[in-house]
């Protein structure tokens, strides 16, 4: 089992920034990729941006140029920088552990953490 415990979600302004982090604990194995998802109001899950164990990013179209991802793979911490929010970034944010094994992905899901961009 692996624990992920977000923090820093609440209410910004349009234009503010937000940083979010998730801690990772439990039977965590290497190399593994981790990363942020949200859920908009009344929309499905999607992909914010994911970083792999060495480095390589994946950052979503909407948010690319204004968001940032990194990790501390020592500290098994993972935290988006959002800048220049704007109010299509409202959305429940969960931080995502992915391992796979061969053909198998094993995942773990944060309980997810609100961010509200008001105008």
Do not use: H
Request: include cysteine; glycine fraction near 12%.
């Amino acid at each position: 089992q692996v624990q992920l415990v977000e923090s820093g979600g609440g209410l910004v302004q349009v234009g503010g920034s937000l940083r979010l982090s998730c801690a990772a604990s439990g039977n965590l194995v290497s190399p593994n990729t981790m990363g942020w998802y949200r859920q908009p109001p009344g929309k499905r899950r999607e992909l914010v941006a994911i970083i792999t164990y060495g480095g390589v990013t994946n950052v979503a179209d909407p948010v690319k140029g204004r968001f940032t991802i990194s990790r501390d793979s020592a500290k098994n911490t993972v935290t988006l920088q959002m800048n220049s929010l704007n109010a299509e970034d409202t959305a429940v944010y969960y931080c995502n552990y992915k391992k796979s094994y061969g053909p198998t992905l094993i995942e773990y899901w944060g309980q997810g953490t609100q961010v509200t961009v008001s105008s």
